[in-house]
């Protein structure tokens, strides 16, 4: 019997930490460029040293080669945690005097006023946040504010609609608990009985409620499947002119052979004949099958390019090229780095008080915590911008076939291929690609589409994968629609072109691709 008891023993294992700074570098090196703007003003807003400019953000060398404000230092890196050893040069406006001088200016937050002109500084203080309360000019936002318009949601239209049916008390609760539980689609995805169990209702109240919600609009809501919903839009038309998708969809069999187009089957299970069976097809694929969706809250989303790609026209090669305009231009003015040299030795002459020691100590960790924190992030912003240059570079020289040709002559190419070629982990360079895209004669792509495997051919060679699927899906547009290709056939037409591909293989793209099958495309 093991004897129980405190027992001591020694392992060994790594811990793998990152620090701060590291773990900012990745997180900005995966950021769009669009999104990396509002992460460096709220590290400005954290940290009082960083100076923000919203214009276009020059490089460490133009800034070098502009020689801006004339004085242009470089720090000596002894306690800010290798500002000089990065080689961040930082600019500063000489006509603002000492930020330890109880009369100095406030710190601008845009840089130097000079070229600006006095209306601009003037307006922008007014509106900095410092002077008085001005209750009109927020009643002006506010009113901006509440003038937003926003989209109606799926269950406030609905809720709209129960208020003004002719429901008892205890039938509009259930109404109320089917509405909350539609998905996005407008589908009853949940038991009917959990909305019935909320409220107590019996079924009959629950059959009621059902019915209420399955006659509101839009035609289809509250369906607990595609027939369903399909069968209720057909009831909410004239009827007239849908009594064969009428018939078909009232059969849960007739409708399943109508999806595998067997019309011979549907049209006897439905007791119509094959013609109308398939004019009931076309009647059902003008009706909506998501209902819901006209009231997502999703909108269409924007991309945009970070990324450009052109010829140079003297050397011919294609060059990558960042666009960084969207990110702002931060440094540090070099007088908080001469104050921090100056805090680094008591005041000579001056006898210093135990009180006033404190202090200048205090201050001094305050401002080399910031440097620190402040260099970091510059550092991390230069090393982003070189390994994105680089990673885009790689990537267009691999990929110059596809800018030259188009995209059949996309090859396959592994993150790891690009890694080896500029000397980083492959792991940063699936985070430097990550939701980056770029823009070339040849369109705009998303930065990942280059990256994929291949499939090899009689030749040796290897296909990219996008280049078999973009294949396939011109073999299916260009195939009889009464005679539609099979999964074998499309198999043995890529071998007749030199690319051996499995029956399983070709399954796999085409699901990927969202194209049905053969029985599901004969018409």
């Known amino acids: 019997m093991p004897s129980l008891g405190l027992q001591q023993s020694q392992t060994q294992r790594q811990i793998q930490t990152l620090a701060p700074q590291m773990r900012q570098g990745l997180d900005m090196l995966q950021t769009p460029a669009f999104a990396l703007g509002a992460l460096i003003r ?84 007014a509106n900095s946040g410092e002077g008085e309360y001005d209750p009109d000019a927020q009643e002006r936002r506010q009113f901006l504010f509440d003038s937003i318009p926003s989209a109606e949601s799926l269950q406030e239209h609905l809720s709209r609609q129960i208020e003004e049916a002719d429901l008892t008390p205890r039938v509009r609760a259930v ?6 539980s539609l998905d996005d689609d407008g589908y009853l995805r ?6 019935a169990q909320a409220v107590f209702a019996t079924p ?21 499947d595609l027939r369903e919903c399909l069968l209720l839009q057909l009831r909410a038309e004239p009827a007239t002119a849908n009594v064969p998708a009428s018939s078909v969809c009232a059969s849960p069999e007739a409708f399943a052979a109508l999806a595998e187009h067997r019309f011979d089957r549907a049209a006897a299970i439905a007791g119509i004949s094959q013609e109308e069976a398939a004019a009931a097809l076309r009647q059902l694929s003008t009706l909506d099958p998501f209902p819901g969706r006209r009231f997502s809250a999703e909108r269409a989303t924007f991309v945009k390019p970070e990324i450009f790609v052109d010829r140079d026209p003297e050397t011919g090669r294609w060059t990558a ?57 510059l550092f991390n912003i230069e090393q982003r911008r070189a390994t994105l240059q680089a990673v885009a570079q790689a990537v267009v020289d691999a990929q110059t076939d596809f800018f030259e040709r188009g995209p059949d002559a996309l090859r396959p190419l592994a993150m790891s291929e690009i890694a080896a070629k500029v000397g980083i982990s492959e792991s940063t360079v699936s985070r430097a690609v990550a939701g980056k895209w770029v823009r070339s004669p040849r369109g705009l792509h998303e930065m990942r589409k280059f990256f994929g495997g291949g499939v090899k051919t009689e030749t040796g060679e290897n296909a990219s994968v996008e280049a078999v699927k973009r294949r396939l899906r011109e073999m299916v547009a260009a195939e009889d629609p009464s005679d539609p290709l ?38």
């Open 486 to 523: 099979s999964d074998q056939t499309i198999a043995q037409r890529f071998a007749a072109e030199g690319v051996k591909l499995a029956r399983r293989t070709i399954a796999k793209y085409r699901e990927a691709l969202k194209i049905p099958s053969s029985s599901m495309r004969r018409k």
């Open 204 to 224: 009959a109240e629950t059959d009621a409620a059902l019915a209420a919600v399955q006659s509101f609009t839009p035609a289809g809501v509250g369906a607990r």
């Open 42 to 125: 709220h590290e400005a807003e954290r940290n009082p040293l960083l100076s923000v400019e919203e214009t276009a953000a020059p490089s460490i060398e133009a800034m070098r080669e502009e020689g801006r404000d004339g004085d242009v230092d470089q720090h000596d890196g002894e306690d800010d945690g290798g500002g000089a050893a990065n080689g961040q040069a930082r600019a500063e406006d000489d006509s603002l005097e000492d930020s330890s001088s109880p009369d100095a200016p406030r710190e601008p937050s845009v840089g130097d006023f000079s070229t600006l002109g006095d209306d601009y500084a003037d307006d922008l203080f």
């Open 175 to 180: 109404a109320e608990q089917i509405c909350g």
């Open 321 to 377: 090229r960042l666009d960084e305009r969207d990110i702002p231009r931060v440094y540090i003015p070099n007088r908080w780095r001469r104050r921090h040299r100056a805090l680094k030795s008591a005041p000579t002459g001056v006898p210093e008080s135990a009180a006033a020691r404190e202090a200048r100590v205090s201050e001094r960790r305050w401002i080399d915590a910031m440097l620190r924190s402040g260099d970091a992030l």
């Open 190 to 195: 949940t038991p009917l009985a959990d909305a």
